[in-house]
């Protein structure tokens, strides 16, 4: 058995300690006033303890650093923890010479045993069993049996919640959206570490604010103000969640100023993991292709960044339409090429335009000169205004050159009609 005790600096970061715990095992459980976790079955996973520590306490800027000790059994790990806080030194023997005010078990009765001379663990383990159970009772006895390994250690692990939802105060009033951005940082990367001990990416999450004010200039005002961050992909790397909340509060404002900022989580998957390849063409550098829609639709629009859709119709006009980039890049990627799309023109008019007549001959420019029938296109019958019924043909123009057009089949005996749809370029 190999135990970590840990203690936090900061009250606020027990939570977030807990869960960057259980990224490397799920033996986390709070005792007293530390974080103890069992890494045994982790070892060889992490490349050995050295290799495990330093990835245990290596946090970055997320988290404060915090001390810490290791020993064969968690309560040896927790005294020795204590000593370090203290900044006294460790006993050469251990545990038998760690002092009783180290084992929380005892603190209750360190006045008695003081009076008796037992002022460390093995001097009270070597007292008679059965006098010690009937003076201080079984619970101090089963401490020491768990200190020198005699005894399961079973404590109540601790597990990450289903969903992530904290909230913080802020240090100052933030009177206008990108002063919450500071809270924002702390409260992603705390998710950042939810996210990695439940293996999820995150696809959408929530900022709520709560306004300082009930009523501004005799208007009554909401307690609180949100708002919503979606990405296309499971996301675990705060770096492009932290781009696009300051881009969405950059375009935010706050109603009255804010005391307190919650982010919780609102869509999650399954998190598959970075894959690696050997390939230059797989590890291309920068950020990837959806980020940067995501990005750049926060920051000016999502109507402003947009993306072709295939549509199924035989109509050209209506082949396709431009929607917002962001949630459509999968939709926007072409199907299996036919041979007739050869002889699409390079440019096609947003609407056909009707062609002016010469007796039977269409004219743009000039007569035109049909060269080459396409194809006949008949749909639409079951839409309002009737069916589509049209001959496509590649004309020739004196000053437009190639020009792709077609002929409106009327129903009836009425007079056929003459459009432009295209131009080669």
Not at 154 to 161: F, G, H, K, M, Q
Not at 253 to 263: D, Q
Not at 374 to 395: Q, S
Request: charged share 25%; hydrophobic share 40%; net charge positive.
């Amino acid at each position: 058995m190999y135990w970590i005790a840990l203690w936090p600096s900061h009250d606020e970061e027990r939570t977030a300690w807990g869960w960057h715990a259980l990224r490397f095992t799920p033996r986390v459980a709070w005792v007293d006033e530390a974080l103890l976790l069992e890494v045994a079955a982790s070892e060889r996973l992490w490349g050995g303890r050295k290799r495990l520590l330093r990835s245990l306490l290596d946090t970055g800027d997320v988290l404060a650093p915090a001390p810490w000790a290791a020993a064969e059994t968690s309560l040896v790990a927790l005294a020795l923890m204590r000593l370090k806080r203290r900044r006294e030194p460790a006993p050469a023997q251990l545990p038998d010479a760690l002092g009783l005010d180290l084992l929380s078990a005892a603190s209750e009765h360190l006045g008695l045993l003081e009076r008796i001379g037992c002022r460390s663990w093995g001097q009270l383990r070597r007292l008679p069993r059965a006098g010690l159970v009937r003076r201080f009772g079984a619970p101090l006895l089963e401490a020491l049996d768990r200190a020198w390994g005699d005894r399961p250690e079973r404590y109540d692990w601790i597990s990450a919640p289903e969903s992530f939802d904290l909230r913080v105060e802020l240090a100052a009033l933030a009177t206008s959206a990108p002063e919450l951005m500071w809270a924002a940082q702390r409260l992603l990367s705390q998710m950042q570490l939810w996210l990695r001990a439940r293996h999820l990416g995150v696809l959408a999450l929530e900022l709520e604010w709560t306004l300082d004010l009930r009523r501004l200039n005799g208007k009554k005002l909401p307690p609180n103000e949100c708002l919503q961050v979606r990405t296309a992909q499971p996301a675990q790397d705060m770096l492009h969640l932290r781009r696009l909340v300051s881009e969405h509060l950059s375009r935010a404002t706050l109603s009255a100023p804010a005391n307190h900022l919650r982010l919780r989580s609102l869509e999650t998957a399954p998190w598959p993991g970075l894959s690696t390849s050997l390939l230059p063409e797989d590890n291309k550098p920068g950020e990837k292709l959806h980020e940067f829609v995501e990005r750049l639709s926060a920051r000016l629009g999502e109507q402003q960044v947009l993306v072709n859709q295939v549509h199924s119709d035989h109509r050209p006009e209506r082949m396709q339409s431009w929607v917002p980039a962001k949630g459509h890049l999968e939709a926007s990627r072409p199907g299996p090429a036919h041979p007739v799309d050869a002889l699409y023109p390079t440019w096609l008019l947003p609407e056909p335009v009707l062609l002016e007549m010469r007796g039977d001959t269409p004219c743009h420019g000039g007569p035109l000169r049909r060269l080459a029938r396409l194809y006949r296109v008949e749909t639409g019958w079951w839409e309002e205004g009737g069916p589509a019924c049209r001959d496509y043909f590649i004309a020739r123009s004196e000053e437009a050159g190639l020009v792709w057009i077609y002929r409106e089949r009327p129903g009836g005996n009425g007079r056929a009609r003459w459009y432009l749809q295209g131009l080669y370029a």
